[in-house]
């Protein structure tokens, strides 16, 4: 059965890409078995209200395809065009939305249309194109996936295919052992320690015809990369808050996934900042992060989990001075969206294989519940919440380090050389008001002034009164306790709290204890969260 394809765009600006696209689709051997294009310049003259009509064509239709360009269109009474309307009404239904961009440059374009280009961006992945060509290119891309994912194109996913050149002799059979035994102790996995290693396959569906899947050598492989070059971690730490080329630690973890996901978190860990508190409660002192622990491992196993294997490109996590960047390359599923993953949803597996195979070690759990986990640990530890993205083709999430956020620094209404201060003392850890002259290009008494600004707006504490070891920096996650001989203004909330679902209003206790530093940390202990 055909299905439509709804076109939405400024219909004078882009008239011959919509036509293009219609002719391709109609003309192409494929495509044209499963879908009809409709262009509403086609349509008969009508006593009908031309925004019921577009608006029903979109609830009729499968697949919604935006084309943005320069213009943004008429708008109606609420100062909406036809194309916003349009593309707000695919979201709220569900559909498959397509967005392409025409042109690299957002600077000439209408300031409503780089407003929808963003909002489009925070929810799906926007492809850009220059020509009529590579558009077609695109979108012929796009339509073929979105085939093969509701399984109309009888193609196998690329975890469920046979690997190429794989044998069963390149699966170790010590890892398929050690899963099973631990299967067994998370959640009670049918089959005992005994099994035969092609029954532990079978079982786990990543045998085809007796031949290892993808899955199989990603998950157990003896030499994983041999055949998915790709599937590999790769971690980088930055001092400071943005990329440095090069970068001052870079390691790339490879062998089966299991190993990716605990070897990155462990190098998340080692170089973020912990302490450690007093042994008043047990005989071992605990160690605490400035960063939840458990926020990092679930955006590094779900980077890993539904990552697209397909892809050349590797998952990415870049520790920053100030939060934690986890990348993967592919897109949320159709049915999600970065707003969703705030709320309770559905577990979508992009690769349900390897993500059963996580839930019987414990890694995740079935239930969606991973986002909200990370939201929640956020909450208490006084960080903002996470961020939840696609750019271009890749999903990202963000872990907060700092409550000093690019957003919260910008409602604060710092000048330049305060931004500029902030900035320096998130990559160096302190200030001196000298230093700040310098760097400032300012007299004393303004930087005087304007360090005196940054104390009272709760960014910076003042460290000594006067003399050269008077120093600031930045103001803790919650109220700063104790005597810091200074001015200290730490009464009001924090400028990001209650600014979204899931942030836990208050402050959270200040952490005492010793600073350990930066160094080697293990974490083999490891705790189920969500899915994507």
């Given at each position: 059965?055909?299905?439509?394809?709804?076109?939405?765009?400024?219909?004078?600006?882009?008239?011959?890409e919509?036509?293009?696209?219609?002719?391709?689709v109609?003309?192409d051997?494929?495509?044209r078995?499963?879908?009809?294009?409709?262009?509403?310049e086609?349509?008969?003259?009508?006593g009908?209200r031309?925004d019921?009509?577009?608006?029903g064509?979109?609830?009729?239709?499968?697949?919604?395809v935006?084309?943005?360009?320069?213009?943004y269109g008429?708008?109606d009474?609420?100062?909406?065009?036809?194309t916003e309307?349009e593309?707000?009404?695919?979201?709220?239904?569900?559909?498959v939305r397509l967005?392409?961009v025409?042109?690299?440059?957002?600077k000439?374009?209408?300031?409503?249309?780089?407003a929808?280009?963003?909002?489009a961006?925070t929810?799906?992945?926007r492809?850009?194109?220059q020509?009529?060509?590579?558009?077609?290119r695109?979108l012929?891309?796009?339509?073929?996936?979105?085939?093969?994912?509701?399984?109309?194109?009888q193609?196998?996913a690329?975890?469920e295919r046979?690997?190429p050149?794989a044998?069963i002799?390149?699966i170790?059979p010590?890892?398929v052992l050690?899963?099973?035994?631990?299967a067994r102790?998370?959640?009670r996995?049918p089959l005992?320690d005994r099994a035969?290693m092609a029954d532990?396959?079978?079982?786990?569906?990543?045998?085809r015809d007796?031949r290892p899947t993808?899955?199989a050598?990603?998950?157990f492989?003896r030499?994983?990369?041999?055949f998915?070059?790709?599937a590999?971690v790769r971690?980088?730490?930055f001092h400071?808050t943005t990329?440095?080329?090069p970068?001052p630690?870079?390691?790339?973890?490879?062998?089966?996934?299991?190993d990716?996901?605990d070897r990155?978190?462990d190098?998340?860990?080692?170089?973020?900042?912990?302490r450690?508190?007093?042994r008043?409660?047990?005989t071992q002192?605990?160690?605490?992060?400035?960063?939840?622990?458990?926020?990092v491992?679930?955006a590094v196993?779900n980077?890993?989990?539904?990552?697209?294997?397909a892809?050349?490109?590797?998952?990415?996590?870049?520790?920053?001075?100030?939060?934690?960047?986890v990348a993967n390359?592919?897109s949320?599923p159709?049915?999600?969206?970065?707003?969703?993953?705030r709320h309770?949803h559905?577990?979508i597996?992009?690769?349900p294989?390897i993500?059963e195979?996580?839930?019987?070690?414990r890694?995740i759990?079935?239930?969606g519940?991973?986002?909200l986990?990370?939201i929640?640990?956020?909450?208490?530890?006084?960080?903002?919440?996470?961020v939840?993205?696609?750019r271009?083709?890749?999903?990202?999430?963000?872990?907060?380090?700092?409550w000093?956020t690019?957003?919260?620094i910008?409602?604060m209404g710092?000048?330049a050389?305060?931004r500029?201060?902030?900035?320096?003392?998130?990559a160096?850890?302190?200030?001196s008001n000298?230093e700040y002259?310098?760097?400032?290009?300012?007299?004393?008494?303004?930087?005087?002034?304007d360090?005196?600004?940054?104390?009272?707006k709760r960014v910076v504490v003042r460290?000594?009164t006067?003399?050269?070891g008077?120093?600031?920096v930045?103001?803790?996650?919650g109220?700063?306790?104790?005597d810091?001989?200074?001015t200290n203004?730490?009464?009001a909330p924090?400028p990001w709290?209650?600014?979204?679902k899931?942030v836990a209003?208050?402050?959270?206790?200040?952490r005492?204890?010793?600073r350990l530093?930066?160094?080697s940390a293990r974490?083999?202990q490891?705790?189920?969260?969500?899915?994507?």
């Open positions: 059965m055909k299905t439509t394809i709804f076109i939405s765009s400024v219909q004078k600006e882009l008239q011959a919509r036509r293009a696209i219609k002719n391709y109609h003309g051997p494929l495509l078995r499963f879908f009809d294009v409709f262009l509403f086609d349509l008969p003259a009508s009908q031309a019921r009509v577009y608006l064509e979109v609830d009729r239709c499968s697949v919604y935006g084309l943005l360009g320069n213009a008429s708008e009474a609420d100062g909406l065009s036809p309307r593309f707000d009404r695919a979201t709220s239904k569900g559909k967005v392409f025409k042109g690299a440059a957002d000439g374009r209408h300031p409503k249309m780089r929808l280009i963003r909002k961006g929810q799906i992945i492809r850009r194109f020509t009529p060509d590579e558009l077609l695109l012929q891309e796009s339509l073929v996936e979105h085939l093969d994912s509701r399984g109309v194109i193609d196998l690329f975890e046979p690997c050149d044998t002799r390149d170790d010590e890892r050690a899963f099973v035994r631990r102790s998370e959640r996995f005992p035969p532990v396959l079978e079982h786990l569906h990543v045998l007796g993808t899955a050598v990603l998950l492989g030499d994983p990369q041999k998915v070059p790709a590999e971690c980088m730490h400071g990329v440095q080329r970068a630690s870079y390691q790339m973890f490879k062998g089966t996934l299991f990716q996901m990155a978190v190098f998340a860990l080692s170089v973020v900042d912990r450690v508190g007093t008043a409660l047990s002192a605990p160690v605490s992060y400035d960063v939840p622990p458990d926020v491992r679930e196993v980077a890993v989990a539904h990552r697209d294997y892809s050349r490109a590797s998952v990415q996590v870049s520790v920053f001075a100030d939060r934690v960047e390359p592919g949320l159709a049915e999600l969206t970065p707003e969703s993953l309770p559905a577990s597996p992009r690769n294989r993500c195979a996580f839930f019987l070690t890694y759990e079935k239930f519940t991973g986002t986990m990370m929640d640990e956020s909450a208490a530890a006084g960080l903002p919440p996470p939840f993205e696609p271009d083709a890749e999903f990202r999430a963000t872990v907060w380090r700092d000093l690019d957003d919260v910008a409602r710092l000048n050389r305060q500029a201060a902030v900035v320096r003392v998130k160096a850890g302190r200030i000298l002259q310098r760097l400032a290009k300012v007299v004393k008494k303004t930087a005087t002034r360090l005196d600004e940054l104390v009272a460290i000594g006067t003399g050269r008077t120093h600031y930045l103001a803790g996650k109220d700063i306790k104790g810091t001989k200074g203004a730490l009464s924090h709290k209650g600014d979204a899931g209003k208050g402050t959270s206790p200040a005492s204890g010793e530093g930066k160094g974490t083999t490891r705790r189920g969260g969500g899915q994507q």
